[in-house]
């Protein structure tokens, strides 16, 4: 088992969420132009559309961590890259726990907040 560097496991988990890989694959399978969502979860789909007019996610934690293992299954094609893909999976479960502990994991990422102006805050009345 390789010895858990949490900094560097985060700072893996960084390159995989900015890489070009992790872009397509979100682009193919969660934009409404690639359809994949709207046939596999049109629940979820309903809900992103929804809150996008609103500029939020949409999605659950849940479901987007079940996204970055999906695509880190489709990354592993290449097994020299498997110690890295280790090392993000590592940090995916330590980020499921920390919600699954705090019961966030089944909230709604990016609730949106009530359209400006808010009463009491500047340009509002």
């Not at 088992?1 to 399978?29: C, H, V």
């Not at 590592?90 to 919600?99: K, L, V």
């Not at 990422?109 to 500047?122: E, K």
């Amino acid at each position: 088992m390789p010895k858990i560097n949490t900094e560097r496991d985060s700072a893996l988990m960084d390159w995989f969420l900015g890489s070009e890989y992790w872009q397509m694959w979100d682009s193919d399978n969660r934009s409404p132009s690639s359809c994949g969502i709207i046939h596999s979860a049109p629940e979820r789909f309903e809900r992103m559309w929804n809150a996008a007019e609103d500029g939020a996610e949409g999605s659950t934690h849940a479901e987007i961590i079940d996204d970055w293992l999906s695509c880190l299954r489709d990354l592993r094609f290449d097994r020299s890259l498997n110690h890295v893909c280790d090392s993000i999976e590592r940090h995916i479960e330590s980020i499921e726990s920390w919600h699954d502990k705090n019961g966030s994991l089944n909230e709604v990422i990016g609730r949106a907040f009530p359209r400006w102006p808010i009463r009491g805050i500047v340009g509002g009345r």
